[in-house]
């Protein structure tokens, strides 16, 4: 007769997810919270006032963004802790969606320059 084996998980920690810990998932949030609230300062204090440049703003504001959303990937969705492979192809998505949005700000500029002067 052949041995079953079943496999449990009482008392087994996965090494992948070893370092997602209370502490790790509140130090992630707070992070999350202080770019946010940075985001607000320049959405509705710096730029307002005209205190740097609309554009460095925006920048500014897409950088932080971008930032906040490496932190949900990898930490809540757990990305932080795949393999190689998936890593590199969702990094590769990434870029794209960064290329994407480059090339619309680009055609949006565009497109409201050309159509300002026509009217």
Do not use: C
């Not at 870029?95 to 090339?103: A, D, E, N, P, W």
């Amino acid at each position: 007769m052949s041995e079953q084996h079943i496999h449990t998980t009482d008392g087994h920690e996965h090494d992948e997810h070893a370092g997602l810990s209370k502490s790790k998932i509140w130090q992630v949030f707070f992070i999350l919270l202080g770019i946010t609230v940075v985001e607000f300062i320049i959405a509705l204090v710096i730029l307002p006032k005209g205190m740097v440049p609309r554009t460095a703003g925006n920048i500014a504001y897409i950088l932080l963004t971008l930032l906040k959303a490496y932190y949900i990937v990898a930490f809540f969705m757990h990305l932080k802790f795949e393999k190689t492979g998936l890593k590199l192809s969702m990094g590769l998505a990434f870029i794209f969606i960064i290329y994407f949005i480059t090339l619309m700000l680009i055609e949006g500029g565009y497109l409201h320059v050309h159509m300002t002067l026509h009217s």
